[in-house]
T-cell receptor, first 116, second 113 residues
Framework: AQTVTQSQPEMSVQEAETVTLSCTYD???????LFWYKQPPSRQMILVIR??????QNATENRFSVNFQKAAKSFSLKISDSQLGDTAMYFC?????????????FGKGTKLSVIP | GAGVSQSPSNKVTEKGKDVELRCDPI?????LYWYRQSLGQGLEFLIY????????KSGLPSDRFSAERTGGSVSTLTIQRTQQEDSAVYLC???????????FGSGTRLTVV
């Protein structure tokens, strides 16, 4: 069974600074996908960034980037130039590309607070 | 619709009562998922529907939980004889393009008293 671990229950960062959220996962699969989702108080899960395991290049989406270390099974999220609107719960998620249902396995989340 | 719609937004029920939670996916999305988010926990997969195929019920925690999807569109998650441990946010998601096309609703917060 796959597991996803987020070791930082809460983090804070000053506005305009950079913060890194950690995620590790455990799987015996070779092909899979990794995601970071953001959940604001509205409760709706919003996709921040995704990474295909077969791609060595780290994904980047504007201020968000990942550090994907396949051998270490690590998938951290870096948020640059933090903004007040980044305050939310962040969840790391995994799915096995061989699973037809693409059900997601989530970590327990990191609560990020951006301080003005 | 423009997004995934879930109703009710909040539900308070007495222990032992049955509840029904509704999910209206994005039109044309063939895949529909239910997840449960308990306090301080990540999301836990419950059930998956894909078109007219038999649903993947592997995540349902007990036989008190059931779900159906009518006409390949609206889905209802039913919890019978609710228990306090059923208190959670129940999130629905739909997708047209597999893993890259997930769109989540805003969930139903269920409180069992």
């Amino acid at each position: 069974a796959q597991t996803v671990t987020q070791s930082q229950p809460e983090m804070s960062v000053q506005e305009a600074e950079t913060v890194t959220l950690s995620c590790t996962y455990d799987t015996s699969e070779n092909n899979y996908y990794l995601f970071w989702y953001k959940q604001p108080p509205s409760r709706q899960m919003i996709l921040v960034i995704r990474q295909e395991a077969y791609k060595q290049q780290n994904a980047t989406e504007n201020r968000f980037s990942v550090n994907f270390q396949k051998a270490a099974k690590s998938f951290s999220l870096k948020i640059s130039d933090s903004q007040l609107g980044d305050t939310a719960m962040y969840f790391c998620a995994f799915t096995n590309s061989g699973a037809g249902s693409y059900q997601l396995t989530f970590g327990k989340g990191t609560k990020l607070s951006v301080i003005p | 619709g423009a997004g995934v719609s879930q109703s009710p937004s909040n539900k308070v029920t007495e222990k032992g009562k049955d509840v029904e939670l509704r999910c209206d996916p994005i039109s044309g999305h063939t895949a529909l998922y239910w997840y449960r988010q308990s306090l301080g926990q990540g999301l836990e997969f419950l059930i998956y529907f894909q078109g007219n195929s038999a649903p993947d019920k592997s995540g349902l925690p007990s036989d008190r939980f059931s779900a159906e999807r009518t006409g390949g569109s609206v889905s209802t998650l039913t919890i019978q004889r609710t228990q306090q441990e059923d208190s959670a946010v129940y999130l629905c998601a739909s997708s047209a393009t597999g893993v890259f096309g997930y769109t989540f609703g805003s969930g139903t917060r269920l409180t069992v008293v």
